[in-house]
């Protein structure tokens, strides 16, 4: 059946947040100031690469992190009942990927599971808060990555499907492809079983004054216009299941008022997204050309594995030396297959929440929650 794209008056605001989730082994939820040893030197938010500290030490114990965009959120600027909507948001996707790899699931499961759930919540910019393009109109990426056999699905440009980083992984399982674009990954996914969804299922109304705001002030063609338009929102998982297999997912709505048929890392493997049970599996978020560009989650990879770093060093070189250099700033969650968690940040702060294997969840949302190194 033929595609069409319905007329989209509406979009879908997404609170564009960033946050950085991880889960340990079970979960009671705690707000972030807690002890968090988390590897997250951030760099300010200038385009100049910064002089190299020493990077401190991955948070240890972990098997699953989730995040939901880079960027900076002031103290203040969330009532308590949107404070509360993120952080609630954090944990589901935390536990719903958690609960399968306590199942004895795989990896790929727990990560594809986790960012359903963002996918799902209007407060993140993926599926249901996915942002508006330039006509108005919702173009969805995503892609997912096996360490374990380096297998890998992506998708860009989708229109009409609710989950996007679930028909990535059904290009990679059910066709000799990679990645698929457009209409013609709408239709697959419609050949697929996959349920058609309507444009006017992405809109809300946050994300319709975003649009707005942009189009306002001339456009968020820029980086730095779109730096202005929204905080991240991007979301992501990365995951390592009981035979030690790493797995890494990102889906995203892109950004607002962003050119028809742009895309950013989110789907790019090895860009915005990598898995290699060799070494690590990645999530990135930032500015996706940046990111493309410094193919930046298989450059933490390659750390690992030629000049044998470990985690955090290897994260902290690439997203607060490298990505700076090329005169952007970004975010990542690395993973390696025992358990080491990095997230590391050159913007001034990050929305996170990880859980731990003694129980405990923390999350992070506020630049005083995230300290920058």
């Avoid at 938010?45 to 020493?54: E, M, N, V």
């Avoid at 203040?76 to 990927?97: I, M, V």
Wanted: aromatic residues 4%.
């Amino acid at each position: 059946m033929p595609f069409r794209t319905p007329s989209a008056k509406r979009v879908l605001p997404l609170c564009a947040g960033l946050g950085v989730l991880v889960a340990g082994l079970s979960g009671a939820q705690t707000t972030a100031g807690a002890a968090v040893r988390a590897q997250s030197p951030g760099a300010a938010a200038s385009s100049q690469a910064r002089t190299a500290a020493p990077a401190p030490s991955a948070v240890r114990d972990v098997v699953i992190a989730v995040h939901g965009g880079a960027g900076s959120l002031p103290r203040g600027s969330l009532t308590p009942e949107q404070e509360k909507a993120y952080r609630d948001g954090l944990t589901r996707a935390l536990k719903a990927g958690y609960a399968l790899l306590e199942q004895g699931r795989p990896a790929l499961d727990a990560v594809e599971k986790a960012v359903n759930v963002l996918e799902d919540d209007p407060n993140f910019n993926a599926g249901k808060g996915a942002v508006f393009n330039t006509d108005a109109e919702h173009e969805l990426d995503a892609s997912i990555m096996d360490g374990k056999d380096l297998r890998s699905g992506a998708v860009a440009g989708v229109r009409h499907t609710k989950n996007p980083v679930s028909l990535a992984r059904m290009v990679m399982e059910k066709s000799p492809h990679v990645f698929m674009a457009g209409k013609g990954a709408d239709e697959f996914a419609l050949r697929n079983g996959v349920p058609y969804t309507t444009q006017d299922y992405f809109w809300t109304q946050k994300r319709w004054d975003q649009l707005m705001a942009a189009k306002g002030r001339g456009g968020a063609a820029t980086a730095s216009a779109a730096r202005q338009t929204e905080v991240g929102g991007t979301v992501g998982a990365v995951a390592v299941d009981r035979g030690r297999n790493v797995a890494a997912a990102t889906s995203t709505g892109g950004l607002t008022d962003k050119a028809v048929g742009r895309v950013g890392d989110s789907p790019v493997v090895g860009a915005g997204t990598y898995a290699d049970n060799r070494t690590v599996a990645v999530s990135c978020t930032g500015t996706g050309e940046v990111f493309i560009r410094g193919v930046a989650a298989h450059d933490i990879s390659a750390l690992m594995e030629y000049a044998r770093q470990p985690v955090h060093a290897a994260a902290a070189k690439v997203i607060n030396e490298k990505i700076p250099a090329l005169g952007a700033t970004g975010a990542a969650i690395a993973l390696d297959p025992r358990g080491n968690l990095a997230a590391p940040h050159s913007t001034k702060g990050v929305i996170n929440a990880y859980l731990t294997r003694d129980g405990k969840v923390v999350t992070r949302l506020y630049d005083d929650e995230t300290p920058a190194g």
